[in-house]
């Protein structure tokens, strides 16, 4: 991503602040793993949207119309140790030249440096309650310039959410979002076709897994936007299953729900598929009644549509489906009324997608359905879930499981579906995996 994007939205958010007020943001820190080990670093999505610096131990600091430069930059000076262990980090000089902060400062003086920046602020846009270490020092810093008030100082009076400003930015992607939205969705999609193609009973869960990250991998993207779900037969009914252990056995179905992550921007995609290649009649029969929903509900993303109306019409191809093939009895208006459904398909359909995979955006403005606009992406993922230990209905549909997913971006006159790559109709799976 270009400085300038950065820039960009650095500058929408001055706007929003306002002059005579501050806005701040922590980075994210170095979470420990083991010992001494840490887990690979990941910047906090909101901190890097403002300012692309990768780094833990930063604090970017905003102020509309500081004649000395509005966007300062608090980071690790540079460490020539550090950087011989380590590797590259930015240091001051880095930040203003290569980041474009106006001022840079280091990290070690902050509490010397902050409250001269907030006095006679009036209020701070700050992510509330997110980082305690930031909240405490936050109040640390206006009590400290309280206690000046005699020497005409004001402190500042009012705290503002800082994210929810940023939210609502991240919510319409720009064009160079998009772009590597669509290289997280095109290499992901890649990995569900080569999972498609590879898959045969006595292979591991985990060996399909890893065949899909080494596909990521190879293409340049080193992180999982979330961790991978490679679940074989009932495993699938598991929602959140990621232990992937087990093997895979003919007749059962292959549920994969795996992206990748391209430059702080997520892929997610779910593909149920028959492990040898071949649906069986009842599983075709549910496969084909979550595909039809997925397509209802794609169907209606469009600009101007309520983001509830997809999964509305989600819900009642599953529930005439279930009804028809006698998993639900009743009359479908009020097995809808009653949430009948929530038996086999108990989440919604989609979230937003972004840089982190349940991405940020109110879903609700003042009560209602927030309505759909060009820019923004969505998961469409329908699923049924029948537990092998369901005693409602006939044997042969316990234990599977199935969810499609795809991401889909909301365009001028409709939509565009990110991840078409990956087949999910019947014959079109049966066909790629027969040919494998
Ligand atoms: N992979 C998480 C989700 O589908 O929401
Ligand atoms: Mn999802
Ligand atoms: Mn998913």
Request: hydrophobic share 40%.
């Amino acid at each position: 991503m270009k400085q300038v994007e950065f820039k960009k939205r650095r500058k929408h958010l001055m706007k929003r602040i306002g002059q005579g007020n501050i806005g701040l943001i922590g980075s994210a820190s170095e979470q420990k793993r083991n010992r001494d080990v840490s887990y690979p670093f990941r910047q906090d999505s909101d901190f890097y949207y403002l300012t692309g610096f990768n780094e833990p131990e930063a604090l970017a600091v905003f102020i509309p119309g500081r004649p000395q430069g509005e966007y300062i930059l608090f980071c690790r000076e540079f460490d020539e140790k550090k950087a011989l262990w380590e590797g590259a980090h930015a240091g001051l000089m880095g930040a203003t030249k290569d980041y474009q902060a106006d001022d840079a400062f280091p990290i070690d003086d902050i509490d010397d440096i902050l409250p001269g920046l907030l006095e006679n602020k009036g209020k701070v846009f700050y992510p509330m309650g997110r980082d305690s270490d930031l909240d405490h020092s936050l109040m640390d810093w206006i009590n400290h310039l309280r206690g000046q008030t005699r020497s005409g100082i004001s402190a500042p009076m009012e705290l503002v959410s800082l994210e929810h400003i940023v939210h609502e930015m991240r919510l319409i992607k720009s064009p160079a979002e998009l772009k590597l939205m669509r290289k997280a969705a095109e290499i992901s999609a890649q990995a569900h076709v080569k999972a498609m193609q590879l898959s045969r009973p006595g292979l591991f869960e985990y060996q399909v897994e890893a065949e899909i990250v080494h596909h990521f991998m190879i293409n340049g993207l080193r992180a999982v936007a979330y961790p991978s779900i490679v679940a074989a037969g009932k495993n699938a009914c598991t929602l959140h299953y990621t232990e992937n252990a087990d093997s895979l056995k003919a007749g059962d179905l292959l549920l994969i729900d795996a992206g990748a992550e391209c430059d702080h921007y997520a892929a997610d995609i779910t593909r149920t598929f028959p492990v040898s290649g071949q649906f069986n009649e009842p599983q075709k029969q549910l496969y084909q009644l979550v595909l039809d929903a997925q397509y209802a509900a794609i169907a209606e993303i469009k600009p101007g549509n309520p983001w509830n109306i997809a999964h509305e019409a989600s819900v009642s191809v599953l529930t005439k489906g279930l009804v028809k093939l006698g998993l639900l009895k009743g009359r479908t208006a009020k097995l809808i009324k009653d949430e009948a459904y929530k038996a086999f398909y108990m989440h919604r359909i989609g979230h937003w997608l972004g840089m982190d995979v349940h991405d940020v955006g109110d879903y609700k403005i003042n009560d209602e359905w927030r309505i759909l606009e060009p820019g923004m992406v969505l998961t469409i993922e329908p699923g049924l879930y029948i537990p092998s230990d369901c005693a409602t209905v006939d044997e042969q549909w316990r234990g599977i499981g199935i969810r499609i997913e795809d991401d889909v971006l909301v365009t001028e006159d409709g939509h565009e579906i990110l991840t078409s790559l990956v087949p999910k109709s019947v014959e079109a799976i049966e066909a790629l995996m027969q040919a494998a």
